[in-house]
């Protein structure tokens, strides 16, 4: 079955830090592979997204994620955390190019920034 | 401003009185879909639609009923509710294609007491 994993409930980073949010997922095919971040009574929001190409993706709010084939992960990172980044992350993986492909989502990382 | 809408943001209703949460896209996006959100869950999808007219069930799609009359409206009814429908609803949108990112509105908080 198709799958995407997110196996921190939660990531505890102090500000200035680098920080890495983990996600990995098991589709067949070459997927393409998103990142989402939630900030509290808001809708999702676009991160980043891998289709093909440079295996490390630059995204919104200098975030960045590197896609690894061999390890089927996209993990999502910042070189240096800040308050404001606390939020609600997903990540979510499309199995193909088709109109009805299905995004799956991650259960969702909860980023806290400590001052 | 190109955006996804939803009404209403907030509900509480009783159990059996029936509803309808609105979702409107202003982007001439093909695609739409309806999310629960339950924590530790993530998202799950309930319905979604590929172009007007043409819609069919996610994941958990038992409860729910949609339409799809025009291209930009798709509207999440409850029939029937139950407590158990008790979640945080969004309504997102993208383009045909699968590598295309999708948008989602601001979310509907429903409690069924």
């Known amino acids: 079955a198709q799958s995407v994993a997110q196996p921190e409930d939660q990531v505890n980073v102090a500000e200035g830090n680098p920080l890495t949010v983990k996600c990995t997922y098991s589709?067949?095919?070459?997927?393409?592979l998103f990142w989402y971040v939630q900030y509290p009574n808001r809708g999702l929001q676009f991160l980043l997204k891998y289709i093909t190409g440079d295996n490390l993706v630059k995204g919104s709010y200098g975030f960045e994620a590197e896609f690894n084939k061999s390890q089927t992960s996209f993990h999502l990172k910042k070189p240096s955390a800040l308050v404001s980044d606390s939020a609600l992350y997903f990540c979510?993986?499309?199995?193909?190019?088709?109109?009805?492909?299905?995004?799956?989502f991650g259960s969702g990382t909860r980023l806290s920034i400590r001052p | 401003e190109a955006q996804v809408t939803q009404n209403p943001r907030y509900l509480i209703t009783v159990t059996g009185k029936k509803l309808t949460v609105t979702c409107s896209q202003n982007m001439n996006h093909e695609y739409m879909s309806w999310y629960r959100q339950d924590p530790g869950l993530g998202l799950r999808q309930i319905y979604y639609s590929m172009n007007v007219e043409v819609t069919d069930k996610g994941d958990v799609p038992e409860g729910y009923k949609v339409s799809r009359k025009e291209k930009r409206n798709f509207p999440l009814i409850l029939e029937s509710p139950s407590p158990n429908q008790t979640s945080l609803y969004f309504c997102?949108?993208?383009?045909?294609?699968?590598?295309?990112?999708?948008?989602f509105g601001p979310g509907t908080r429903l409690t069924v007491l």
């Open positions: 997102a949108s993208r383009l045909a294609g699968g590598l295309n990112t999708q948008y």
């Open positions: 589709v067949s095919g070459n997927p393409y």
């Open positions: 979510a993986v499309s199995p193909g190019y088709s109109s009805a492909s299905k995004i799956i």
